[in-house]
T-cell receptor, first 118, second 115 residues
């Protein structure tokens, strides 16, 4: 597609329920990132996928958070047993890939999923 | 670990006035620096970046930022703002030694341009 697509755009869930957020990156983008933006705060890095390499999960805040990506396709971020502090906008970004040798490739961000846990 | 500080959460300014949005990052041997802009109800867009070379970088819409290594700063400036510049601005840093090239963001500065 022309941009990074995220769905749903808004999600309201009850505390304790599981939620699944979807990110559809730009075709051909091998790198995919998930970020979380809490109200009034900056973006926090959650997880990074690069092709078929092992993901960098260093930003996941707890074991309730997990993400999957098969190859260079869609990624899903799953939050189990949601808590009120999980309320945030979850942003996905994709990139042509690791850019050390090739120069800056740029990131394209999706519009995000606004998650509200009540 | 890298961190980014944007001291001003909101900056109100009148149209056609100059503006400076401040950004400081934690010290590092080398960094890549970015400014992103988020217009209301839109996704993040890259405004400008510093990777190497000239310490003064410019965007196509009149913004500029200067990399100051001694001050560990990357402040964003515009000599004359427009109403359409109203948005949230995020400073971000990336560590060239981090193979994931993930961005570390500041908390953002909301620029509010008044007529």
């Amino acid at each position: 597609g022309a941009g990074v697509s995220q769905s749903p755009s808004n999600k309201v869930t009850e505390k304790g329920k599981d939620v699944e957020l979807r990110c559809d990156p730009i075709s051909g983008h091998t790198a995919l990132y998930w970020y979380r933006q809490r109200l009034g705060q900056g973006l926090e890095f959650l997880i990074y996928f690069q092709g078929n390499s092992a993901p960098d999960k260093s930003g996941l805040p707890s074991d309730r958070f997990s993400a999957e990506r098969t190859g260079e396709s869609v990624s899903t971020l799953t939050i189990q047993r949601t808590q009120q502090e999980d309320s945030a906008v979850y942003l996905c970004a994709s990139s042509l890939g690791a850019w050390g040798l090739f120069g800056f490739r740029g990131y394209t961000f999706g519009s995000g999923t606004r998650l509200t846990v009540v | 670990a890298q961190s980014v500080t944007q001291l001003d959460s909101q900056v109100p300014v009148f149209e056609e006035a100059p503006v400076e949005l401040r950004c400081n990052y934690s010290s590092s041997v080398s960094v890549y620096l970015f400014w992103y802009v988020q217009y209301p109800n839109q996704g993040l867009q890259l405004l400008l970046k510093y990777l190497s070379g000239s310490t003064l970088v410019e965007s196509i819409n009149g913004f500029e930022a200067e990399f100051n290594k001694s001050q560990t700063s990357f402040h964003l400036r515009k000599p004359s703002v427009h109403i359409s510049d109203t948005a949230e601005y995020f400073c971000a840093v990336s560590d060239p030694m981090d193979s994931s090239y993930k961005l570390i963001f500041g908390s953002g500065t909301r620029l509010l341009v008044r007529p």
